[in-house]
């Protein structure tokens, strides 16, 4: 069973970058998709960025041109660089991971780590 643990949220002022971490605890056939996804109260779970096992990153909208996503050279860690965050960025950040490396955004990955709270102040 894939493990994810998040790490790196907290409070941050608008316009500070941040970066979070994963640490994945195994790199198989179960992660050709690693993602980030995120959820506030309220509302939905919402894709930010995915990277396929070609390298392939796909962005949403809302973050496309400021956060970045990345692997560690060992591949055994995800990150997101947030450049420029928001106050609308604030929300709980997870990692997810799933053998189909076509799910991009989808939000039905099989593995996820439990959040890391990112809060964006004005």
């Known amino acids: 069973e894939v493990e994810l643990v998040e790490s790196g949220g907290g409070k941050v002022q608008a316009g500070r970058s941040l970066r979070l971490s994963c640490a994945i605890s195994?790199?198989?056939?179960?992660?050709?998709?690693m993602a980030w996804f995120r959820q506030s109260p309220g509302k939905p779970r919402e894709g930010v960025a995915s990277?396929?096992?070609?390298?392939?990153?796909t962005y949403a909208d809302a973050v496309k041109g400021r956060f970045t996503i990345s692997e560690g050279n060992d591949k055994m860690t995800l990150y997101l660089e947030m450049n420029d965050p928001k106050p609308e960025d604030s929300a709980v950040y997870y990692c997810?991971?799933?053998?189909?490396?076509?799910?991009?955004?989808?939000?039905?990955?099989?593995?996820w780590g439990p959040g890391t709270q990112v809060t964006v102040s004005s």
């Open positions: 997810a991971a799933d053998r189909r490396p076509w799910l991009r955004l989808s939000p039905a990955y099989k593995h």
């Open positions: 195994e790199r198989s056939s179960s992660t050709q998709s």
């Open positions: 990277l396929d096992n070609s390298g392939t990153a």
